[in-house]
Structure formats: C-alpha cells, structure tokens
C-alpha cells in the first residue's frame, strides 16, 4: 500500500460507507461520485455482494467510498455473509451515509436496519430525477437530495462528507479510483453482464471465480469460471447454440477492455458448484466470511 500527501497541506482521509436497503442506488450513486463505472448496476436488487471501494482524490481530502451489499434480512449463507460484510463496513467507517429513495421518504432510522454505530450519519434521499420537483415532500433538516443520474444534489453532499472527514495523511496514491485487485473487477463485470443476459432469479445462482489473469500478455488473457448450482442451470447459462454465455462474454470483455485500457481475451467455462450460496466453505473463497448465526 502506497501513502501519498501534500506536505504543505492539511489533509483529511477517511471512509465512508453507502449503507441503506437493497436497491436504494448505491452502487450508481458510488460511480458518480468516483467518476468511474467501479460497482456493477442493475435494476435487480441485491446485486452487490462483496463490498466495493472506489477513491476520489483531491487537493487535500481523500475519500475511501465504500459500497457493501444492501441491508436485508438474511435467508440464507451467502446473504448471512453479505449482511455480515454491510454491518463490518458500516462500523469501520469514519461517515455513513444512509440513501433512501426520495419517493418513499421518509427514511427509517438507520440505527433500525443497522444497528449502532460509531460514525457520523448523513441521509441521502437518491433517485430525485424520478419525481417531478412540483411533487416533492419536505425532507428533514440535514438531509440531502440527489440524482447520480444528473447530478442533482452531489457537490453539496460531496462538500458534507470532506467536512466530516478526519485529518490524516492519504492512504492510497492520489492517481487510484480503487484499492481492490484488478481480478475482483474482472469478475464483477463478467457477473454484471449475467444479471443483464439472464432471465429472473437465475443471475443470483451464479458465481464467477477468476482462474487465470495474464496480464502480461497482449492481448490480457482471463479465464473464469461461471458456477451455478444445479445441472439444469448449465444449459440456460450457456443458451441455444452458445448464444447466452456468447453474450455474456462480449459483454463483460468490453467493460473489462475499457476498465484496463487494453484489449482482451476472455475464455468463460460454466460449471456446477451444487448448493455453493449454502457453503460457507465456498463463500469465504469469494470474498465472504459467514457467522454462524445471522448479524442483528
């Protein structure tokens, strides 16, 4: 890990969590706030499983965004893990920002779906570009309206979340927009592009687990895998003739392509991993730890 600062400048440098509902925006409100397409979006809730950091540098603050899983209740291992994750990003963060689409406001006390926390809480109420302005409810005193879809409402929440900021030096160098490994992005555009090409509940069936990156080569070589659960899920992924999983593989090498600036040769398999949201064994090699018993 490289740490970066202006000497001749006070710095603040700090996390701050996206916490809320599955479905509330966050993973689109993440990408207008970093500039870059980081978290995968799809109008299928819960979409995100392991958290998603993306930075946004300037002059003198650093802003370590994370966006983790919406906050449900649990039904099973892998949704236990991904609550699990949320609750462990919302308590290590310096400032959770708490979205709720503005045609349900009001929100609920986070503290609800969440539980205590230590950080400075801002409420964000998202997707105002859905409702007409002639049509909007009062929010309370303190919160924030915006639209990652037109910017609507950012610079000011922008402007809140560095105040709330501590002082320290920047971890990352100030060029970054992520601090995960290329790999993990590589393996959530090839997902994004199953929850685009796939019908209904299948895309939450779906695993991707990147086997070979070869970045060395030109053009990038990656193999991954796509597991689902059962044998009958096989057939759909792959499609008539190939045509799903061709789909989803040009699909996902475009957005990997644009993510590195580089071509690249994407070699997807589909196999069967049976029952893998249900084994805690499996979950933890994507990313997820699963406590016995689900977080409150």
Known sequence: MRRYAYS????????????????????TLLNALVGEPLAIVSPKPQTTR????????????????????????????????????????????DVVVHLHPLAEAPAPRLAEIAGPLRAAVLVV???????????????????????????EGLPALLAAVRGALPEGPFLYDADDI?????????????????FAALEQELP????????????????????A?????????????????????????????????AFLGRRVYLDLWVTVWPHWRRDPAVLARLGLAVPLEPDR
Do not use: W
């Open 225 to 257: 895998t796509l597991a689902v659960e059962r044998d009958s899920q096989k057939p759909i992924v792959l499609g008539k003739g190939g045509r799903s999983i061709r789909a989803i593989g040009t699909a996902a090498r475009e957005r990997i392509a």
């Open 125 to 151: 109420y998202t997707k105002a570009d859905a409702v007409a302005v002639d049509r909007r409810i009062a929010v309370e005193p303190g919160a924030f309206v915006v639209s990652a879809e037109t910017g």
């Open 204 to 223: 939450y069936s779906v695993a991707v687990e990147i086997e070979e990156f070869r970045e060395h080569e030109e053009p990038v070589y990656i193999r």
């Open 178 to 194: 992520g601090t995960q490994p290329v790999r993990f992005f590589a393996a959530e555009f090839v997902r994004e592009a199953v």
């Open 50 to 93: 392991v958290p998603v950091r993306g930075l946004l540098t300037d002059s003198d603050s650093q802003i370590i965004f994370v966006d983790p899983a919406g906050l449900m209740e649990p039904g099973y291992a892998l949704q236990r893990g991904m609550r699990s994750a949320a609750l462990e990003a919302l308590r290590d963060a």
């Open 8 to 27: 001749s400048l006070v710095t603040r440098c700090g996390i701050v969590a996206l916490a809320g509902r599955p479905n509330v925006g966050k993973s």
